[in-house]
């Protein structure tokens, strides 16, 4: 056996337990596999690594190029992100708890596979449930109106659960659950979890959950004890998103449509991190933004009217 069938084979056998590879390089001739294997803490913290050398051939590379080991490649790219918290969902009991689950769940198939809201190409790129809610990752081609998404999100949800109360004969029932949600673009990478799924993490996820939970205290605070739902927080870095959005809003006041920004200021967050939110409160229940339509700061984009 020449020494490149055996590199091929030890590359195939310590593949298995490849979680993360941070690099594949050629050098010199071999090919350089560089994998994570964990994390030193001390003054900085400091990513271990195993540098594997491999005797290059073209049966390697195609190897290394399958989407088995391309999938485990750390490539962390700007994604717009959404967090949706259910508002009240602990005080469920665990019957009560499937239903909202299922109810949140076929409005997100919903809002993810409507023309009129995501366009015929579905725009997101993982759901990551969080048991009373979920965090969206769009795809990378999105960063730049993700911020549109969260109209749709809260229309779908609503008019979803009316329609099933109008199916269940329920129609004078006009209280539903509502939902909180928060906006950001940051850095995200996909990763095979415990459960052998994909999954998404980074520090775009981090930013996001921190917006939703320094957010609504802080709003909490400025209403004198409410605390809202049909409510979405974002940082001052999505401002230029929201410039048209609000524009939009101010057009629609004469129609009993309501949209507010609330500006939280900065907030200190843990980690000595200072964040500067803002906050779109009473999103409207049955209109959304047309999310496949690009806007620019001096335009005011569209609306698409949802029916229960």
Known sequence: MTKEQISLE????????WHKVLEIRDDDGHTLVTVVRGLSLGEEPLVLADA????????????????????????????????????????????GQSAILTMFYESLQLAK???????REPNIDQIVPTGDGCFIVFKPNVTSRVLQSVFSIQSSFYCHQKKLL?????????????IRLACHVGDVDFIVDAAGNRNAYGTGMNE???????????????LNGEDPTGTAFFSSELDLQAQPLIRRFEQLQS???????????????KHDLELELRCFVNLPNHVSFTFDSVIKPDEAPPLTSFSE
């Open 10 to 17: 030890n590359a195939r056998a310590n593949a298995k337990k």
């Open 52 to 95: 594997l050398k491999y005797a290059k051939s073209p049966e390697l590379d195609a190897f290394l190029a399958s989407p088995e080991i391309q999938q485990k490649l750390y490539r962390p790219s700007k994604r717009g992100i959404v967090l949706v918290d259910v508002a009240d969902y602990s005080t469920f009991d665990t019957r």
């Open 113 to 119: 596979f409507s023309q009129d809201v995501f366009s």
């Open 166 to 178: 109008r199916k269940n004969g329920k129609e004078s029932i006009t209280k539903v659950l509502g």
């Open 208 to 222: 996001t959950a921190r917006i939703l939970q320094y957010g609504r205290p802080t709003l909490k605070e400025k």
């Open 255 to 269: 129609k009993n449509i309501e949209v507010k920004l609330v500006d939280l200021g900065k907030v200190n967050a």
